[in-house]
């Protein structure tokens, strides 16, 4: 047997589709989720079983005839295009609906089936399977090269294999079954450039699987576990950052430090998951006030801190105090109006000058925090009115 013949490449590709989809599923975690790996596992071993299928045709083919034969391979493929569209779709984090991917599979799918069952010659069989299975694969491309500065370098390569079987397909397709015939390309010649597109294709999905574990992880070592907000080292390094902006551009920025009140009370009384309960609900009840750019975090037990960028005193005492009575809202048990929750919040603002410090916006507005809770609690503290209380 020739080494380069036809059934020799096409067993290659299945082995490097078949081998790279386990190595895939193999280096799952479970902080990705999503089912990313499962669906690259799926499309690929569906891939490598068309090509194996395509590589030994006279054992396969059975007695209908080319029509009968493709009638398969139709299904596989539009099976493995959803499988492996889903899981690019969830890489790359697309905000296009699920459903979007399985109608054009099924799309893909009955455009081969109806043209297999009305074009019985197989030429115009092959061509049409080349043609969707291409349709395919320039998707792909798009999906991954688009907005490519944002995707990474192994997204670059995923999107350019992606679009070199593209390639192949459409070559393969415009020598109607016969690429001997064309002036750059020979079976042999296509069938290696598939097989590297193949290599490149899931040597990519690998890298960018480990990229997006590394995101994965920074995120989740960036956030407090228990709340899903920012952790007191991630509120450091972005308010430090901000302050030394402000200070270049001459703005103001204010800081707003939050106590829940009493927090010891509500875990000696109602437990830790009532007190782990009450972090988590005063969290969401801020989160949902806070404006896109500021910056919210747990940095302590039952402690807060929301950073306001382009805040002067007034507008940061404007939302302390709002802040202040949406808390007052949360009811730990509905039925029990003992259980309902209060917050002491201390306020700085400035505009950083130049010899000045993060720490010193930071010491100010624990300062009136500290005021606020030895001034009976519930209530807003900041350079002006010390002793007032939200009503």
Known sequence: MAPLDTPTLLTAIALVYGIGGV????????????????FWLGGSLLMAALMLYFAFPPALLPAGGISAWLLPS?????????????AVARLTESRRPWWHGAVASAAQTGLLLGGFFLLPQA?????????????????????????????????????????????????????????????????????????LSAVMLQLGFIQVQRELQYRQLSKLAALDPLTGIFNRRTFFDLALRQYALHGRQQRSLALLMIDLDHFKNINDTYGHRKGDQALRAVADHIADEVRQGDIFARIGGEEFCLLLPDTDAAGARQVADKLCRALNDILLNPADPATQLTASIGVASCTPQPGASWNQLFDSADRRLYLAKSGGRNRVVDSDSPNHTPG
Not at 80 to 86: A, C, I, P, S, T
Not at 144 to 149: A, I, V, Y
Request: charged letters at 15%.
């Open 23 to 38: 190595m895939v599923y193999a280096g799952r975690d479970r902080l990705t989720g999503r089912g990313i790996e499962a």
């Open 74 to 86: 139709a299904l596989l493929t539009g099976l493995k295009n959803e499988l492996l569209g889903q």
């Open 123 to 195: 030429t115009p069989c092959q061509t049409l399977f080349l043609l969707v299975s291409s349709w395919f694969f320039a998707g792909i491309a798009h999906q991954l090269l688009h907005k490519r500065r944002k995707r990474g370098p192994a997204a670059l390569v995923l999107g350019s294999a992606s679009a070199l079987f593209c390639l192949y397909l459409l070559a393969y397709a415009a020598s109607a079954g016969q690429p001997d015939t064309l002036p750059l390309f020979n079976r042999p010649a296509l069938l290696l450039l598939t097989l």
